[in-house]
């Protein structure tokens, strides 16, 4: 544990230095306000679309974070060739792969904090604050969404280029979070083999739509404690059978 949490530390430390998160960060925070102004246009409505949109830009953010930053953890150390030296000392590739993806769990952690007390600020400006509960409530499901992807990332980085893995991981989001329409369109397949691939796809991929709650958070409504403790417990059993299966990748990949 202690050789993990040194290589999340460090991953940590690499990815905050990284000027496009700030970049990121900053953005959000002007769409936030913009979402203020456009709110005041929406006769009184102006807290719900602050929270729509602002909790849509936490997510898309987000997203391209843990794909372009994530798809890069792996490929940089060894275009860098530091796994050479990563690997001289007594670090197993399991603990590199965990040690990466906390790393960068923390960076989404931090940065969807801020931007998510971002929201809050605006809310508190426009007299929202009924709203903030559903709001870091929908944040946290946007979070445990994020580290699912954050895990599909570097399982593609263990074996293929940057540019492939970031288009597999962004496919495998946009099918992620249409998986439970993939199996009501099954059941009315006639083809037994097409029906048997979308549910194929339903069960292999990640069901991303059970973390999306952002509509409701935006008309205050909460997540009951069976919503919450079946997201956090789908996503860390599904995180660890991805990272499972990188390690087990990246264990065999000859560096020489």
Known sequence: MKRIFSIAKNT????????????????????IACAILLGE???????????????NAVLLFGTF???FVGVGLVSKEIEKKTVYAIFAKPVRRTE????KFLGLCSTLFVNTAIMSFGIMIAL??????????????????????LTITTAIAILFSSF????????????????????ASLRDLA???????????????????PNLSLF??????????????????????YAVAYIVVVLAIAAAIFSRRNFK
């Open 212 to 233: 999306s709650f952002r509509t409701e958070a935006a008309i205050g409504m909460m997540p009951t404690g069976s919503l919450l403790l079946g997201a956090i417990g």
């Open 160 to 179: 293929s280029s940057p540019a492939l893995s970031a288009l597999l991981t962004f496919l495998v989001f946009l099918i992620g979070h249409l998986s």
């Open 65 to 67: 974070i843990a794909i």
């Open 12 to 31: 940590f430390r690499e990815a905050i230095r990284d000027r496009v998160l700030y970049n990121l960060v900053i953005f959000v925070l002007l769409i």
């Open 124 to 145: 508190l400006y426009v007299g929202g604050g009924e709203l903030i509960g559903s709001l870091w409530a929908a944040t946290l499901l946007i979070f445990l969404e």
């Open 41 to 55: 246009l929406t006769d009184g409505q102006e807290a719900r679309t602050i929270v729509n949109v602002g909790l």
């Open 96 to 99: 590199f792969i965990v040690g």
């Open 187 to 205: 059941k009315t397949m006639e083809s037994p083999v097409a029906s048997w691939f979308l549910e194929g796809i339903y069960f292999l991929l």
